[in-house]
């Protein structure tokens, strides 16, 4: 048996429907509505990309609560900063708990939203960012 929180079956695409009104699942005409949380921040303000490394099990347990609850789509927030260690240089432990984070998410029967360029916690906006011209800026962000 499955534990509670695997999905038996592969989540379909989602796409736009031929007339443009609404999402579809996988290559039918079956509507899909999205029905999601933003997960993103804590109790304390943390963002997702700040803790998920060291409380991975809450991470865990909050999917399953979401999903519990008739979630089928989680948003998250990215930061810029937490991805990238140099304007052309994304940040490979960042990417790989992205990587987990997907995984999470499909064994949980969740899709992800991701919303990404976050600058949200100054601390967490590097240097050298704000030291970038406007076309470097524009480069960093298609690199993110």
């Given at each position: 048996?499955?534990?509670?929180f695997a999905c038996a079956?592969?989540?379909?695409h989602i796409r736009v429907s031929a007339d443009g009104?609404?999402?579809v699942k996988g290559y039918g005409s079956e509507r899909f509505v999205?029905?999601?949380?933003?997960?993103d921040h804590d109790h304390?303000?943390?963002l997702l990309d700040e803790y998920w490394n060291h409380e991975w099990e809450t991470v865990a347990e909050d999917f399953q609560e979401i999903k519990t609850l008739g979630a089928n789509c989680v948003r998250i927030h990215l930061q810029l900063g937490m991805f990238l260690d140099a304007p052309n240089r994304p940040n490979d432990t960042a990417l790989k708990q992205l990587?987990?984070?997907?995984?999470?998410?499909?064994?949980t029967g969740?899709?992800?939203d991701l919303t990404g360029l976050a600058c949200y916690h100054k601390n967490n906006i590097p240097a050298w960012y704000d030291?970038?011209?406007?076309?470097?800026?524009w480069n960093a962000q298609a690199t993110f």
């Open positions: 048996m499955l534990p509670p079956d592969e989540l379909a009104t609404h999402f999205v029905w999601g949380v933003n997960y304390s303000g943390r990587a987990k984070l997907i995984q999470l998410a499909e064994d969740l899709y992800l030291a970038l011209s406007e076309d470097e800026r």
